[in-house]
Antibody, heavy 114, light 112 residues
Framework: EVQLVETGGGLVQPGNSLKLSCATS????????MNWIRQTPGKRLEWLAQ??????????SYLESVKGRFTISRDDSKSSVYLQMNNLKEEDTAIYYC?????WGQGVMVTVSS | DVVLTQTPVSLLISLGGQASISCRSS???????????LHWYLQKPGQSPQLLIY???NRFSGIPDRFSGSGSGTDFTLKISRVEPEDLGVYYC?????????FGSGTKLEIK
């Protein structure tokens, strides 16, 4: 059974940083292309980033509006993917989902507020 | 970025009735490889989105044949026949033909 479990969310002040983790199981992580997607309080879904597998040189792509602030990474030895978020803004408040193919985690809440 | 316009914003359907949701794209979703990467998701209350239909008209594993997708180019439709209580939630279209992937704004299905 495919499982994706996000952790690391919480309340953070504007300008601060947060690192989300997504632990996975039930599939061959090393060949998986992993994504982060978020859902705003208004329920809008927004794709953020993708990291490909080793055979594709871990190619990374980002939504333009988060490029330079967010960094996606992976650790194949831990079957985990990460999202480092810096210089957070109030508009980054959302539920953050880790996804693989058609599978989504349960999401983790990030609230950016002073 | 590709803009997906979903209509209607909400639907109120009787049990056993039929629902139709439109997703229109700001540009053609036909990939250079000939495939069309337009998918439909349902987000039930309190849950993550789940895949219903992939590549326009293919039902995902375990999805009943009450759900059907159609369309081409820039116009796509999701139809739900014989609506059941478990169909309530928000339906989203997603395109992965062009980068970045983009979602429609969602259609909320409520049951009378």
């Amino acid at each position: 059974e495919v499982q994706l479990v996000e952790t690391g969310g919480g309340l953070v002040q504007p300008g601060n940083s947060l690192k989300l983790s997504c632990a996975t199981s039930g599939f061959t992580f090393s060949t998986a292309w992993m994504n982060w997607i978020r859902q705003t309080p208004g329920k809008r879904l927004e794709w953020l980033a993708q990291i490909e597998d080793k055979s594709n040189n871990y190619f990374i792509s980002y939504l333009e509006s988060v490029k330079g602030r967010f960094t996606i990474s992976r650790d194949d030895s831990k079957s985990s993917v990460y999202l480092q978020m810096n210089n957070l803004k109030e508009e980054d408040t959302a539920i953050y989902y880790c996804t693989y193919d058609n599978y989504w985690g349960q999401g983790v809440m990030v609230t950016v507020s002073s | 970025d590709v803009v997906l316009t979903q209509t209607p914003v909400s639907l109120l359907i009787s049990l056993g009735g039929q629902a139709s949701i439109s997703c229109r794209s700001s540009q053609s979703l036909v990939h250079s490889n000939g495939n069309t990467y337009l998918h439909w998701y349902l987000q039930k209350p309190g849950q993550s989105p789940q895949l219903l239909i992939y590549q326009v008209s293919n039902r995902f594993s375990g999805i009943p044949d009450r759900f059907s997708g159609s369309g081409s180019g820039t116009d796509f439709t999701l139809k739900i026949s014989r609506v059941e209580p478990e169909d309530l939630g928000v339906y989203y279209c997603l395109q992965r033909t062009h980068n970045p992937p983009t979602f429609g704004s969602g259609t909320k299905l409520e049951i009378k």
